[in-house]
């Protein structure tokens, strides 16, 4: 894959996360995202749609860094908070709260007084995707979006959740693109699948892979609740 930095990079998450938002790169998605956003969901027809790519959500200082692939449709994309607005968030934010990493167990919209607990999440593709199926070049485009923002979470991060395969590439690669070694062979993604590296910094740090909680698996019992509680429980336990 080919990787496309920002030059320069942008030195605080506030100003990265403007940018996200204001990001047009893609025409397909730009398309999809904004057309989402008018023609909406019947539940939601309403309320007005955010329409536009999502920032990550969560503080600056976080130790845990969780990352999606990206905003779902009637989700993210109506509501502005990532894994905010779907049953991907129920599962997600029910899970972060039982291990004390958000304030309340639930995310609706995003003035709920939802609060995240030395946590960060984001996504490697920041607008809702057709199909929830991104192009290898959109993924490519948006790839120095997540780039940067590890690079901003490192001085606090410690460990790395992936929810789902592509996410766990997109970590990887990211933190290869900043220099950290990553073992060889590349680790495979698998629930519950882990690894250590020593970042560039000197300091130990852990990534840890999750199946994604989408409808898919977590109706057909492929990611239950006691499966996800355990990657939050290892990943808040490591120091």
């Known amino acids: 894959m080919e990787w496309h930095f920002l030059l320069p990079a942008i030195k605080s998450i506030k100003l990265l996360d403007q940018k996200i938002v204001a990001c047009t790169k893609c025409p397909r998605l730009v398309e999809w995202r904004e057309e989402v956003a008018v023609v909406k969901r019947k539940a939601y027809e309403n309320e007005k749609y955010w329409g536009k790519p999502v920032p990550g959500f969560g503080p600056d200082n976080a130790r845990i860094v969780i ?12 509501t502005g908070r990532i894994f905010t607005g779907d049953s991907s968030g ?21 003035n709920d007084g939802q609060k995240l607990i ?7 593709v920041r607008c809702a995707p057709p ?8 993924k490519s485009q948006c790839s120095d979006y997540l780039i940067n923002e590890i690079e901003l979470l490192m001085p606090t991060a410690r460990t790395f959740v992936a929810l789902g395969s592509f996410a766990w590439s997109a970590i990887i690669k990211s933190l290869r693109a900043l220099d950290n070694q990553i073992p060889t062979p590349t680790p495979k993604f ?14 130990k740090r852990l990534v840890l ?15 239950t609740e006691p499966m996800l509680n355990s990657v939050f429980k290892k990943a808040k336990s490591f120091k």
């Open 67 to 78: 990352v999606g692939l990206a905003p779902g449709a009637h989700g993210a994309n109506r």
């Open 90 to 110: 129920d599962w997600l934010y029910k899970a972060l709260h039982k291990n004390g990493l958000a304030s309340i167990p639930t995310s609706t919209s995003a």
């Open 118 to 124: 030395d946590t960060r999440i984001t996504c490697a």
């Open 131 to 138: 199909d929830n199926k991104p192009s290898t070049e959109e």
């Open 190 to 203: 698998g629930h519950g699948e882990s690894f250590t590296f020593v970042g560039s910094d000197g300091v």
């Open 209 to 223: 892979g999750s199946y994604h909680p989408s409808q898919q698996n977590t109706f057909t019992g492929k990611l």
